[in-house]
């Protein structure tokens, strides 16, 4: 889960537009859509709709949104109008649940005032032009309008605790993604009231968000289908020492809606996110069979990680699938061209998962 390389792109063209993507300039209708998930309440005090250039990473101030040392943040649009669908990706970058890990940096950003700069870089990092690269024709959400989402709670976007370390003295650390995310989406469903797709992505602790939040993000936008692509936010169990206890007492963890056994272990949250988002809406889960990153934090050896990996493909609801290759780095879609044993290569999952190719499948050895 370390902090991505990030290489600045190039200033792109500004272009000025009145309306979000694919409104008439009329209110948005917020009643219940195709997609809704109407046994859940959830209802977003909707802000204003994001007015940006089109085609050209905007940062956004969000003020409701706070990173773990108290400071506001935002997040980055890059708006088009070539269609009515949208990326929405959350960032990684580890995660701290006591004061000894918090002081020694194990999650990015917590003591970060994360502003335009930033959250602009990351944005246009290199790293993830398989989602966000417009002018590569391999690209199937080149069309799309995109959010990027950024990390600076330490808790794997799911935390709403404002918790007292201490770590040289008593320390405050805001561990509220979950928190996070309702402010986001105040401003996210009156910016997309046509939208009729959503990819909600998320890679390392963006995966895991994105798995926590998909409910959450349905019900904003529950005119839109929403899919999920997990990269790396491995949905298994951490190693039973109790840290998994201290992570939901730190953070306050919030779980999906109706999701029992995720108390006891973070392997249910798939399983429990699934049954909220059901056919036709797809998850899919990337990832290294022995992932190091995620072995280090969960106390896990290779070989576990690699067992709790066998059991989520075997589990697995019928619109959830997986992509594994085999050893122990962290990441794929830094790494696009990567096979597996069949030949079968990041991108061209990726490109059947946005494409309803009946072909999609389970992956990898």
């Known amino acids: 889960m370390p902090t991505r390389l990030v290489t600045l792109l190039g200033t792109l063209v500004l272009s000025a537009c009145a309306n ?4 008439s300039g009329g209110p948005p209708d917020a009643g219940a859509g195709d997609y809704d998930l109407p046994s859940i309440p959830y209802t977003v005090d909707a802000g204003a709709p994001i007015d940006a250039p089109r085609e050209s990473w905007t940062f956004v101030p969000v003020s409701d949104a706070h990173c773990a040392n108290g400071t506001s943040t935002g997040m980055a649009v890059n708006l088009t109008d070539r269609s009515k669908r949208v990326v929405v990706f959350l960032a990684g970058g580890g995660a701290c649940w006591e004061a000894a890990a918090c002081a020694l940096g194990t999650a990015t950003h917590i003591t970060d005032t994360m502003g335009a700069d930033p959250v602009l870089a990351e944005a246009r990092a290199p790293e993830l032009a398989a989602l966000f690269d417009r002018d590569d024709v391999r690209n199937p959400f080149r069309d799309a309008s995109f959010v990027y989402i950024p990390y600076c709670t330490g808790d794997l976007h799911a935390g709403t605790r404002i918790q007292t370390y201490d770590w040289f003295g008593p320390k405050k650390v805001e561990h509220v ?6 402010a986001y989406l105040r401003r996210l469903q009156p910016t997309f009231p046509q939208a009729d797709r959503v990819w909600l992505s998320g890679i390392s602790a963006g995966g895991y ?3 926590f ?7 904003a936008l ?16 951490t190693q039973g020492d109790g840290r998994y206890g ?6 306050g963890m919030e779980f999906p809606p109706g999701c029992t056994g995720c108390d006891t272990g973070l392997s249910a949250v798939l399983g429990a996110s699934a049954r909220l988002l059901t056919a036709p809406r797809r998850y899919g889960m990337l990832g290294y069979l022995q992932d190091g990153t995620i072995a280090l934090y969960f106390g896990l050896e290779g070989a576990q990680v690699q067992s709790g990996l066998e059991a989520a493909r075997a589990s697995a609801a019928p619109n ?9 780095p962290h990441v ?6 990567a096979a597996n044993g069949a030949g079968l290569t990041v991108r061209g999952w990726i490109q059947q998962f946005a494409a309803e190719d009946p072909a999609w499948d389970h992956a990898g050895p």
């Open 20 to 23: 979000p993507p694919g409104d």
């Open 177 to 182: 993604g979950a928190r996070n995310m309702d």
């Open 209 to 211: 968000g994105a798995t």
């Open 213 to 219: 939040h998909a409910w959450r993000v349905q019900k």
């Open 222 to 237: 529950p005119w839109a289908r929403v899919d999920v692509l997990n990269d790396s936010g491995l949905i298994i169990n």
């Open 246 to 251: 201290t992570m939901r007492a730190s953070w």
């Open 320 to 328: 959830v699938k997986t992509f594994y290759l085999p050893g122990n």
């Open 332 to 337: 794929l879609l830094s790494q696009p061209e």
